[in-house]
Protein backbone atom coordinates (compact mmCIF):
# COMPACT_ATOMS: atom_id res chain seq x y z
CA UNK A 1 0.00 0.00 0.00
CA UNK A 2 1.30 3.38 -0.95
CA UNK A 3 2.09 5.76 2.11
CA UNK A 4 2.32 10.04 1.61
CA UNK A 5 6.28 10.30 1.16
CA UNK A 6 8.54 9.65 -1.34
CA UNK A 7 8.01 7.38 -4.32
CA UNK A 8 8.68 6.74 -7.97
CA UNK A 9 6.65 7.80 -10.54
CA UNK A 10 7.25 5.55 -14.00
CA UNK A 11 6.55 6.51 -17.29
CA UNK A 12 6.58 4.21 -20.32
CA UNK A 13 6.40 5.06 -23.58
CA UNK A 14 4.97 2.47 -26.55
CA UNK A 15 3.68 2.71 -29.87
CA UNK A 16 -0.05 1.45 -30.01
CA UNK A 17 1.03 -1.08 -33.16
CA UNK A 18 3.50 -2.71 -30.90
CA UNK A 19 2.35 -6.46 -29.78
CA UNK A 20 3.14 -9.04 -27.11
CA UNK A 21 1.79 -12.78 -27.60
CA UNK A 22 -0.89 -11.32 -29.50
CA UNK A 23 -1.91 -8.50 -27.47
CA UNK A 24 -1.36 -4.92 -27.25
CA UNK A 25 1.68 -4.61 -25.69
CA UNK A 26 0.17 -1.77 -23.40
CA UNK A 27 -2.66 -4.45 -22.00
CA UNK A 28 0.36 -7.09 -21.38
CA UNK A 29 2.19 -4.65 -20.00
CA UNK A 30 -1.06 -3.52 -17.90
CA UNK A 31 -2.00 -6.97 -16.82
CA UNK A 32 1.76 -7.41 -15.51
CA UNK A 33 1.48 -4.45 -13.19
CA UNK A 34 -2.15 -5.48 -12.21
CA UNK A 35 -0.83 -8.92 -10.84
CA UNK A 36 2.62 -7.63 -9.52
CA UNK A 37 0.45 -5.36 -7.16
CA UNK A 38 1.19 -2.26 -8.31
CA UNK A 39 -0.93 0.45 -6.79
CA UNK A 40 -2.58 1.76 -9.69
CA UNK A 41 -1.71 2.53 -13.61
CA UNK A 42 -2.99 4.46 -16.59
CA UNK A 43 -2.65 3.96 -19.76
CA UNK A 44 -3.23 7.46 -22.00
CA UNK A 45 -2.97 7.40 -25.77
CA UNK A 46 -1.66 10.45 -27.27
CA UNK A 47 -2.63 11.70 -30.50
CA UNK A 48 0.77 12.42 -32.16
CA UNK A 49 3.78 11.99 -31.71
CA UNK A 50 7.06 10.27 -32.80
CA UNK A 51 9.96 8.14 -31.15
CA UNK A 52 13.91 6.93 -31.67
CA UNK A 53 12.80 6.22 -35.22
CA UNK A 54 11.74 9.41 -36.08
CA UNK A 55 8.92 8.71 -37.66
CA UNK A 56 5.68 11.00 -37.23
CA UNK A 57 2.89 9.11 -35.39
CA UNK A 58 -0.58 11.20 -35.70
CA UNK A 59 -4.28 9.87 -36.29
CA UNK A 60 -5.32 11.04 -39.88
CA UNK A 61 -8.56 10.25 -41.27
CA UNK A 62 -7.47 9.17 -44.52
CA UNK A 63 -5.16 6.42 -43.38
CA UNK A 64 -6.26 4.86 -40.10
CA UNK A 65 -2.51 4.44 -37.77
CA UNK A 66 -1.89 2.13 -35.88
CA UNK A 67 0.72 3.52 -34.17
CA UNK A 68 0.22 6.31 -32.30
CA UNK A 69 2.20 7.20 -28.96
CA UNK A 70 1.04 5.34 -25.71
CA UNK A 71 2.03 6.03 -22.58
CA UNK A 72 1.68 3.82 -19.27
CA UNK A 73 2.30 5.64 -16.09
CA UNK A 74 2.37 4.49 -12.29
CA UNK A 75 3.25 5.47 -8.89
CA UNK A 76 5.26 3.06 -6.96
CA UNK A 77 7.84 2.73 -4.22
CA UNK A 78 11.23 2.45 -4.72
CA UNK A 79 11.69 -1.24 -3.91
CA UNK A 80 8.88 -2.13 -5.64
CA UNK A 81 9.83 -0.18 -9.00
CA UNK A 82 13.07 -2.10 -8.41
CA UNK A 83 11.84 -5.13 -8.33
CA UNK A 84 9.51 -5.60 -11.53
CA UNK A 85 12.14 -3.12 -13.23
CA UNK A 86 14.17 -6.10 -15.32
CA UNK A 87 10.78 -8.06 -16.39
CA UNK A 88 9.55 -4.03 -17.40
CA UNK A 89 12.24 -3.41 -19.58
CA UNK A 90 11.89 -6.48 -21.03
CA UNK A 91 8.86 -6.43 -22.05
CA UNK A 92 8.70 -2.49 -23.14
CA UNK A 93 11.28 -3.63 -25.64
CA UNK A 94 11.86 -0.41 -27.68
CA UNK A 95 9.78 1.61 -25.34
CA UNK A 96 11.21 4.38 -23.09
CA UNK A 97 10.72 3.85 -19.84
CA UNK A 98 11.15 6.78 -17.32
CA UNK A 99 11.89 7.06 -13.50
CA UNK A 100 11.31 10.46 -11.78
CA UNK A 101 11.35 11.17 -8.19
CA UNK A 102 7.58 12.01 -6.45
CA UNK A 103 6.17 13.02 -3.56
CA UNK A 104 2.87 10.94 -2.54
CA UNK A 105 0.87 13.74 -1.11
CA UNK A 106 -2.31 11.73 -0.41
CA UNK A 107 -2.73 7.83 -1.41
CA UNK A 108 -5.44 6.71 -3.42
CA UNK A 109 -7.78 4.91 -1.06
CA UNK A 110 -8.87 1.48 -1.51
CA UNK A 111 -13.49 1.76 -1.77
CA UNK A 112 -14.50 0.34 1.71
CA UNK A 113 -17.11 -2.27 0.55
CA UNK A 114 -14.11 -4.29 -0.08
CA UNK A 115 -12.73 -4.97 3.23
CA UNK A 116 -15.90 -6.03 5.46
CA UNK A 117 -17.07 -8.49 2.38
CA UNK A 118 -18.35 -11.25 4.36
CA UNK A 119 -20.45 -9.99 7.34
CA UNK A 120 -20.92 -7.09 6.40
CA UNK A 121 -24.78 -6.99 6.20
CA UNK A 122 -26.86 -5.73 9.53
CA UNK A 123 -30.03 -7.47 10.41
CA UNK A 124 -32.21 -5.47 12.11
CA UNK A 125 -35.81 -6.58 13.70
CA UNK A 126 -38.15 -5.09 14.89
CA UNK A 127 -42.22 -3.96 14.77
CA UNK A 128 -43.06 -1.81 12.41
CA UNK A 129 -46.40 -0.87 10.21
CA UNK A 130 -47.38 -1.62 6.50
CA UNK A 131 -49.34 0.66 4.88
CA UNK A 132 -50.76 -0.71 1.61
CA UNK A 133 -52.84 1.87 -0.37
CA UNK A 134 -55.05 0.48 -3.76
CA UNK A 135 -55.88 2.77 -6.67
CA UNK A 136 -56.08 2.90 -10.29
CA UNK A 137 -53.36 3.16 -12.23
CA UNK A 138 -55.32 5.95 -14.13
CA UNK A 139 -55.94 8.24 -10.89
CA UNK A 140 -53.62 11.23 -11.35
CA UNK A 141 -52.99 13.63 -9.18
CA UNK A 142 -51.82 16.98 -10.56
CA UNK A 143 -50.28 16.13 -14.31
CA UNK A 144 -48.88 12.83 -12.81
CA UNK A 145 -50.26 8.93 -11.94
CA UNK A 146 -51.11 9.11 -8.46
CA UNK A 147 -49.05 6.07 -7.71
CA UNK A 148 -46.33 8.10 -8.81
CA UNK A 149 -46.67 11.18 -6.86
CA UNK A 150 -47.13 8.86 -3.95
CA UNK A 151 -43.88 7.13 -4.07
CA UNK A 152 -42.36 10.89 -4.71
CA UNK A 153 -44.22 11.94 -1.52
CA UNK A 154 -42.72 9.08 -0.03
CA UNK A 155 -39.23 9.57 -1.20
CA UNK A 156 -39.51 13.27 -0.34
CA UNK A 157 -40.57 12.24 3.21
CA UNK A 158 -38.26 9.74 4.31
CA UNK A 159 -40.72 7.02 3.99
CA UNK A 160 -38.03 3.71 4.15
CA UNK A 161 -39.25 2.47 1.19
CA UNK A 162 -42.32 1.65 -1.04
CA UNK A 163 -42.70 -0.66 -3.79
CA UNK A 164 -45.42 -0.35 -6.36
CA UNK A 165 -47.41 -3.45 -7.47
CA UNK A 166 -49.36 -3.56 -10.82
CA UNK A 167 -52.79 -5.85 -10.50
CA UNK A 168 -53.45 -8.20 -13.18
CA UNK A 169 -57.12 -8.35 -12.30
CA UNK A 170 -59.05 -7.44 -9.65
CA UNK A 171 -61.97 -4.79 -8.42
CA UNK A 172 -62.08 -2.27 -5.52
CA UNK A 173 -63.85 1.05 -4.29
CA UNK A 174 -63.94 3.11 -7.30
CA UNK A 175 -62.74 0.76 -10.25
CA UNK A 176 -64.48 -1.45 -12.04
CA UNK A 177 -63.05 -4.93 -13.17
CA UNK A 178 -59.74 -4.09 -13.80
CA UNK A 179 -58.40 -6.92 -16.51
CA UNK A 180 -54.96 -6.95 -18.12
CA UNK A 181 -55.76 -7.65 -20.79
CA UNK A 182 -52.93 -8.32 -23.70
CA UNK A 183 -54.84 -7.29 -26.96
CA UNK A 184 -56.35 -4.04 -25.29
CA UNK A 185 -54.47 -1.08 -24.57
CA UNK A 186 -55.50 -0.32 -20.90
CA UNK A 187 -54.79 2.16 -18.41
CA UNK A 188 -57.23 1.16 -15.86
CA UNK A 189 -55.54 -1.62 -13.88
CA UNK A 190 -55.12 -2.12 -9.87
CA UNK A 191 -52.15 -0.88 -8.59
CA UNK A 192 -50.73 -1.12 -4.90
CA UNK A 193 -48.41 0.60 -3.24
CA UNK A 194 -47.09 -1.09 -0.06
CA UNK A 195 -44.77 1.05 2.14
CA UNK A 196 -43.15 0.26 5.18
CA UNK A 197 -42.08 2.18 8.03
CA UNK A 198 -42.89 2.69 12.28
CA UNK A 199 -46.17 3.60 13.01
CA UNK A 200 -45.46 7.14 13.81
CA UNK A 201 -44.03 8.02 10.48
CA UNK A 202 -46.85 6.35 8.41
CA UNK A 203 -49.44 8.22 10.29
CA UNK A 204 -47.59 11.56 9.98
CA UNK A 205 -47.67 11.19 6.45
CA UNK A 206 -51.36 10.44 6.38
CA UNK A 207 -52.72 14.22 5.96
CA UNK A 208 -50.90 13.99 2.31
CA UNK A 209 -52.95 10.77 1.27
CA UNK A 210 -56.01 12.47 2.47
CA UNK A 211 -55.19 15.01 -0.07
CA UNK A 212 -53.65 13.12 -2.62
CA UNK A 213 -56.18 10.52 -2.99
CA UNK A 214 -59.70 10.87 -3.87
CA UNK A 215 -60.88 7.30 -4.07
CA UNK A 216 -59.02 4.09 -2.65
CA UNK A 217 -58.41 2.17 0.31
CA UNK A 218 -55.53 2.72 2.48
CA UNK A 219 -54.81 -0.76 4.63
CA UNK A 220 -52.44 -0.88 8.01
CA UNK A 221 -51.47 -3.53 9.29
CA UNK A 222 -48.56 -4.62 12.02
CA UNK A 223 -45.31 -6.30 10.95
CA UNK A 224 -42.12 -7.29 12.30
CA UNK A 225 -39.52 -6.45 10.04
CA UNK A 226 -36.22 -7.65 10.00
CA UNK A 227 -33.81 -5.52 7.81
CA UNK A 228 -30.34 -6.58 6.13
CA UNK A 229 -28.49 -3.26 5.63
CA UNK A 230 -25.40 -3.27 3.73
CA UNK A 231 -23.52 -1.17 6.17
CA UNK A 232 -21.23 -0.33 3.96
CA UNK A 233 -23.92 0.63 1.35
CA UNK A 234 -25.12 3.35 4.69
CA UNK A 235 -21.80 5.63 3.27
CA UNK A 236 -22.80 6.10 -0.17
CA UNK A 237 -25.72 8.07 -1.35
CA UNK A 238 -28.52 5.69 -1.95
CA UNK A 239 -30.09 5.83 -5.64
CA UNK A 240 -33.14 3.70 -5.86
CA UNK A 241 -35.97 4.54 -3.53
CA UNK A 242 -36.82 0.80 -3.55
CA UNK A 243 -37.60 -1.03 -0.52
CA UNK A 244 -35.07 -3.38 1.41
CA UNK A 245 -37.26 -4.16 3.49
CA UNK A 246 -38.66 -8.22 4.09
CA UNK A 247 -41.77 -8.21 5.97
CA UNK A 248 -43.34 -10.88 7.98
CA UNK A 249 -46.45 -10.42 8.01
CA UNK B 1 -65.80 10.97 1.90
CA UNK B 2 -63.34 8.70 4.59
CA UNK B 3 -64.47 6.01 6.91
CA UNK B 4 -62.07 4.40 8.92
CA UNK B 5 -62.63 0.61 10.22
CA UNK B 6 -61.32 -2.36 11.12
CA UNK B 7 -61.19 -5.21 8.72
CA UNK B 8 -59.99 -8.35 7.52
CA UNK B 9 -57.30 -9.60 4.81
CA UNK B 10 -56.80 -12.37 3.14
CA UNK B 11 -54.00 -12.88 0.69
CA UNK B 12 -54.63 -16.19 -1.49
CA UNK B 13 -51.16 -18.12 -2.74
CA UNK B 14 -51.81 -20.36 -5.45
CA UNK B 15 -50.78 -21.32 -9.16
CA UNK B 16 -51.66 -18.87 -12.48
CA UNK B 17 -52.64 -23.10 -14.02
CA UNK B 18 -55.11 -23.92 -11.01
CA UNK B 19 -58.21 -24.02 -12.41
CA UNK B 20 -61.87 -24.21 -11.00
CA UNK B 21 -64.41 -25.44 -13.43
CA UNK B 22 -62.74 -24.58 -16.48
CA UNK B 23 -61.86 -20.86 -15.71
CA UNK B 24 -58.73 -19.79 -14.17
CA UNK B 25 -58.67 -20.10 -10.46
CA UNK B 26 -58.16 -16.32 -9.75
CA UNK B 27 -60.55 -15.37 -11.91
CA UNK B 28 -63.17 -17.55 -10.60
CA UNK B 29 -62.41 -16.37 -7.13
CA UNK B 30 -62.59 -12.75 -7.62
CA UNK B 31 -65.78 -13.36 -9.66
CA UNK B 32 -67.11 -14.74 -6.51
CA UNK B 33 -66.17 -11.95 -4.18
CA UNK B 34 -67.98 -9.71 -6.89
CA UNK B 35 -70.77 -11.61 -6.85
CA UNK B 36 -70.72 -11.43 -2.70
CA UNK B 37 -70.11 -8.15 -2.94
CA UNK B 38 -66.52 -7.83 -1.35
CA UNK B 39 -64.99 -4.84 -0.91
CA UNK B 40 -61.20 -4.89 -2.69
CA UNK B 41 -59.87 -7.79 -4.90
CA UNK B 42 -56.90 -7.88 -6.70
CA UNK B 43 -54.55 -10.16 -8.44
CA UNK B 44 -51.06 -10.42 -8.91
CA UNK B 45 -48.68 -12.09 -10.88
CA UNK B 46 -45.11 -13.16 -9.16
CA UNK B 47 -41.83 -13.64 -11.47
CA UNK B 48 -41.38 -16.75 -9.33
CA UNK B 49 -41.85 -18.47 -6.53
CA UNK B 50 -42.57 -21.81 -5.07
CA UNK B 51 -45.64 -22.69 -3.29
CA UNK B 52 -46.90 -25.92 -1.04
CA UNK B 53 -46.36 -28.40 -3.85
CA UNK B 54 -42.40 -27.03 -3.51
CA UNK B 55 -42.13 -27.05 -7.36
CA UNK B 56 -40.88 -23.65 -8.72
CA UNK B 57 -43.45 -21.68 -10.73
CA UNK B 58 -42.20 -19.15 -13.25
CA UNK B 59 -43.35 -17.17 -15.78
CA UNK B 60 -41.18 -17.61 -18.48
CA UNK B 61 -40.90 -15.92 -22.06
CA UNK B 62 -39.92 -19.02 -23.85
CA UNK B 63 -42.66 -21.27 -23.54
CA UNK B 64 -46.70 -21.10 -23.34
CA UNK B 65 -46.45 -22.55 -19.93
CA UNK B 66 -47.87 -19.86 -17.93
CA UNK B 67 -47.37 -21.13 -14.36
CA UNK B 68 -46.69 -18.23 -12.54
CA UNK B 69 -47.45 -17.53 -8.68
CA UNK B 70 -50.42 -15.89 -8.15
CA UNK B 71 -51.37 -13.64 -4.92
CA UNK B 72 -55.05 -12.71 -4.35
CA UNK B 73 -55.52 -9.97 -1.92
CA UNK B 74 -58.86 -9.85 -0.31
CA UNK B 75 -60.14 -6.90 2.00
CA UNK B 76 -63.21 -6.51 3.38
CA UNK B 77 -65.32 -6.50 7.01
CA UNK B 78 -65.03 -9.82 9.06
CA UNK B 79 -68.53 -10.67 8.60
CA UNK B 80 -68.02 -10.27 4.28
CA UNK B 81 -65.25 -12.48 5.08
CA UNK B 82 -67.09 -14.82 6.75
CA UNK B 83 -69.25 -15.13 4.24
CA UNK B 84 -66.66 -16.03 1.62
CA UNK B 85 -64.22 -18.49 3.21
CA UNK B 86 -66.78 -21.32 2.86
CA UNK B 87 -66.65 -20.77 -0.91
CA UNK B 88 -62.82 -20.53 -0.57
CA UNK B 89 -62.20 -23.91 1.25
CA UNK B 90 -64.47 -25.61 -1.35
CA UNK B 91 -62.50 -24.03 -4.55
CA UNK B 92 -58.84 -24.03 -3.09
CA UNK B 93 -57.30 -27.83 -3.64
CA UNK B 94 -53.83 -26.46 -2.97
CA UNK B 95 -52.68 -23.35 -2.08
CA UNK B 96 -51.80 -21.10 0.87
CA UNK B 97 -54.25 -18.88 2.57
CA UNK B 98 -52.91 -16.04 4.95
CA UNK B 99 -55.64 -13.58 7.09
CA UNK B 100 -54.58 -10.98 8.97
CA UNK B 101 -56.63 -7.93 10.57
CA UNK B 102 -55.59 -4.55 9.41
CA UNK B 103 -57.17 -0.79 9.97
CA UNK B 104 -58.52 0.59 7.10
CA UNK B 105 -59.24 4.30 5.60
CA UNK B 106 -61.57 4.21 2.76
CA UNK B 107 -61.81 7.32 0.34
CA UNK B 108 -64.67 7.25 -1.47
CA UNK B 109 -66.15 9.82 -4.05
CA UNK B 110 -70.18 9.18 -3.34
CA UNK B 111 -71.80 11.52 -6.02
CA UNK B 112 -69.16 10.17 -8.50
CA UNK B 113 -71.10 6.78 -8.91
CA UNK B 114 -70.76 4.96 -12.14
CA UNK B 115 -68.95 7.49 -13.68
CA UNK B 116 -65.70 5.47 -15.98
Known amino acids: MLQPGKAVKVTIYLSD ?25 TVTKGI ?9 HAAHL ?16 REKVEAILGKLEELAGTGLIEMQETTVAKPAQVSKPKQPTIPAHLKIEGKAQMMRIYLSEEDRWKDKPLYRALV ?3 RANDLAGVTVYRGILGYGAHRRMNKDNPLVS ?11 DTAEKLRAFLP ?23 RALDAEPSRAPASSESSGD | MKEEFTARMLRIHFGEDDRW ?15 LGIAEAIVFRGIEGYGSGTRIRRSSHWSFSKDAPIQLSIIDTEEQIAKLTPHL ?20 RAAEKGSE
Open chain 1, 17 to 41: GATHHGVPLYSSLLDFLFYRGVAGA
Open chain 1, 48 to 56: AGFGADHHM
Open chain 1, 62 to 77: VEISDKLPIKIEFIET
Open chain 1, 152 to 154: EAM
Open chain 1, 186 to 196: THNRSIMLSAI
Open chain 1, 208 to 230: LVDQMVAEGLVVFSDVDIIKFAY
Open chain 2, 21 to 35: QGKPMHEAIIAKCKE
Open chain 2, 89 to 108: DAMIEEGLVATSTVEVIRYS
